[in-house]
């Protein structure tokens, strides 16, 4: 076990069998080389532009602005192909997949987004996709799991433990030791072992890059604050790293489900503490005896027990801020954006959004708040018509 590569800190690292060693840095060697090859690069951008429909747009959100009294901007984000960010990482991994001659991807998926970036990216590519789902999310995602066998993928389940997403990310990395010489291990968000955190990073930066290009094209200088929700973490820090050094204040939304207080939630960072799941030393969702924790979050992309190792290093320095949004005000944002904007919001993302109408009043009303919206919420639209239906 190697302590000091890939660190974020005290975070990160590789806590993996030592047959993943290897490959380990097999991939971070090649990763490094196909940063570098122009080819792959301009490959990669032909993707990103022509296929998933970069650059996305920066839109002013005129309705939203004047309620609340402050200049709202949205990097739209669910404007991509397969309607989310999740596309520019699998993209890029399944290009790095094919730059160093493997044959098939491999993938684990909670809710499904994952999964079908996943099968999305194998499809145009032309790899066979094998994806690792609970039992139970298989169940729970039934569209998502058609979905990804409409493109061709596989999707294998799980049956052990709770066969839920932490027992399919045990399966993923069985499979990809018993396989790793042909196989990638696509993982979905700024987690697992090193190399995977930066790379992740890495395919998302392009989200930061062009929103700062954007905003000084339309407002002349940087937002006063940018929000993002945090699973995994990777639409957060695939737009906060542009930012880093810059005097903006950066709020990253975590799922605070029926409240921090009750533990039914998704807040690794407002809640947890640090422990090892899924490769890397990170803040995690765990019981006294290092157990993970059952989560829950309205939102299935949040419902996650771990966080990207860089944001516990960045939560410890203080230069992001974490807060947690319960379930019931992201559903009141999820319905704010769409009446005022007609633009309805990923129920991932309504958490940011909900976070940003929470802090407004303590803004200037020329403050400029950039909100990224990660996802669209087509797919949530079913699960919130149940609730109403609950409700009436
Ligand atoms: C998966 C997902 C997320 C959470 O993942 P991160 O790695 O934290 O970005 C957020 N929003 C949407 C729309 C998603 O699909």
Redesign the pocket.
């Known amino acids: 076990m190697s302590m000091n590569r890939g660190r974020f800190g005290e975070y990160g690292g590789q806590y993996v069998p030592e047959t993943l060693m290897g490959p380990l840095q097999e991939l971070e060697i090649a990763y490094e080389e196909f940063r570098q090859n122009e080819t792959a690069m301009i490959t990669l951008h032909r993707y990103l532009t022509d296929y998933a429909g970069r650059p996305t747009k920066l839109t002013f959100c005129e309705n939203l602005s004047s309620l609340l009294g402050v200049r709202i901007y949205l990097k739209r984000e669910d404007l991509l192909h397969g309607g989310?960010?999740?596309i520019n990482n699998t993209l890029g991994q399944a290009l790095l997949a094919k730059f160093m001659g493997k044959k098939r991807l491999i993938a684990e998926t909670g809710?499904g987004?994952?999964g079908v970036a996943t099968a999305i990216a194998g499809a145009v590519f032309g790899f066979p996709v094998d994806v690792y789902m609970g039992e139970v999310d298989i169940r729970r995602q039934e569209l998502n799991v058609f979905r990804m066998q409409l493109m061709g993928a596989r999707v294998l389940p799980v049956t052990t433990g709770t066969r839920t997403l932490k027992d399919a990310i045990n399966e993923a990395l069985r499979d990809w030791v018993a396989n790793v010489a042909t196989t990638h291990y696509l993982i979905?968000?700024?987690v697992g072992p090193h190399p995977y955190p930066r790379m992740v990073a890495d395919f998302q930066s392009v989200i930061g890059k062009e929103t700062k290009e954007q905003i000084l094209e339309k407002e002349g200088r940087l937002p006063d604050v940018i929000l993002a929700?945090?699973?995994?973490?990777?639409?957060?820090i695939g737009m906060f790293s542009s930012f880093f050094s810059d005097d903006v204040r950066l709020i990253g939304v975590e799922a605070g489900g029926r409240g921090l207080e009750t533990g039914e939630h998704g807040a690794s960072l407002c809640g947890g503490t640090k422990g090892v799941l899924h490769g890397a030393l990170s803040y995690v969702l765990q019981d006294a005896n290092g157990q993970i924790r059952n989560t829950h979050s309205i939102s299935a992309?949040?419902d996650y027990p771990g966080v990207g190792p860089e944001h516990s290093m960045l939560k410890d320095a203080g230069r992001v801020e974490y807060t947690a949004v319960n379930d019931a005000e992201a559903l009141e944002a999820f319905y704010l954006l769409s009446k005022k904007e007609g633009i309805i919001p990923?129920l991932?993302?309504a958490h940011a959004i909900a976070s940003a109408v929470r802090i407004a009043d303590t803004l200037d009303h020329d403050d400029i708040v950039v909100i990224n919206l990660?996802?669209r919420g087509d797919k949530d639209v079913s699960e919130v018509a149940a609730r109403e239906k609950e409700r009436k």
């Open positions: 989310a960010h999740k809710a987004q994952h979905g968000s700024v929700c945090v699973g995994g973490g990777s639409n957060a992309g949040l990923a991932e993302s990660s996802g």
